[in-house]
T-cell receptor
Framework: DAGVTQSPTHLIKTRGQQVTLRCSPK?????VSWYQQALGQGPQFIFQ???????QRGNFPDRFSGHQFPNYSSELNVNALLLGDSALYLC????????????FGPGTRLTVL | AQSVTQLDSQVPVFEEAPVELRCNYS??????LFWYVQYPNQGLQLLLK??????LVKGINGFEAEFNKSQTSFHLRKPSVHISDTAEYFC????????????FGTGTKLQVIP
């Protein structure tokens, strides 16, 4: 079992550009959550996907959007990038109704110049 | 709404000494509690979790935590730390019966001194 995988590992973009980050959940998991971790901070919840729909959302603007595919993998899209979007983006997967812990991927480090 | 407070941003401790990392939470409903560890340039790894039952929870790498409902605390302890324990530790809470949205504290950097 490969666990949660994310791609790419690192990404450099410029302000105003758009970016797509990808996540494959742990085998058997059906929910995917995305978190933003700025340098020196704890992860902040962006949103969660289940059954291909956004189920919960944190305090992030509409520039942040996502998608979940039938195979449970997920994408995070960020439009009109700002310098402040530079962060480690973490994907976590879990099992709906489990109430249990989530398994985190290694993250994608996004740098916006 | 739920929140997590980790009062200590950094904790230096000598190797083989005991350590306690403090965590307090606030929530109006029942919660699940977690401690995660993050090594440099890596994702989060679960150390231990409290869902229900015994208030003393044992995790990996010799860590344990005690859930104290009256004090709304979930402090992490290890009786003897090793150099390899140097990392950042995050306390986290989720709403039991919810959809696994996890709220994290700001983290505590544990620095083990040889």
């Amino acid at each position: 079992d490969a666990g949660v995988t994310q791609s790419p590992t690192h990404l450099i973009k410029t302000r105003g550009q758009q970016v797509t980050l990808r996540c494959s959940p742990k085998s058997g998991h059906d929910t995917v959550s995305w978190y933003q971790q700025a340098l020196g901070q704890g992860p902040q919840f962006i949103f969660q996907y289940y059954e291909e729909e956004e189920r919960q959302r944190g305090n992030f603007p509409d520039r942040f959007s996502g998608h979940q595919f039938p195979n449970y993998s997920s994408e995070l899209n960020v439009n009109a990038l700002l310098l402040g979007d530079s962060a480690l983006y973490l994907c976590a997967s879990g099992l709906n109704g489990g109430g249990d812990e989530q398994f985190f991927g290694p993250g994608t480090r996004l740098t916006v110049l | 709404a739920q929140s997590v407070t980790q009062l200590d941003s950094q904790v230096p401790v000598f190797e083989e000494a005991p350590v306690e990392l403090r965590c307090n939470y606030s929530s109006s409903v029942s919660v699940y509690l977690f401690w995660y560890v993050q090594y440099p340039n890596q994702g989060l790894q679960l150390l231990l979790k409290y869902l229900s039952g015994s208030t003393l929870v044992k995790g990996i790498n010799g860590f344990e935590a005690e859930f104290n409902k009256s004090q709304t605390s979930f402090h992490l302890r290890k009786p003897s730390v090793h150099i390899s324990d140097t990392a950042e530790y995050f306390c986290a809470v989720s709403f039991s019966g919810g959809y696994q949205k996890v709220t994290f504290g700001t983290g505590t950097k544990l620095q083990v001194i040889p």
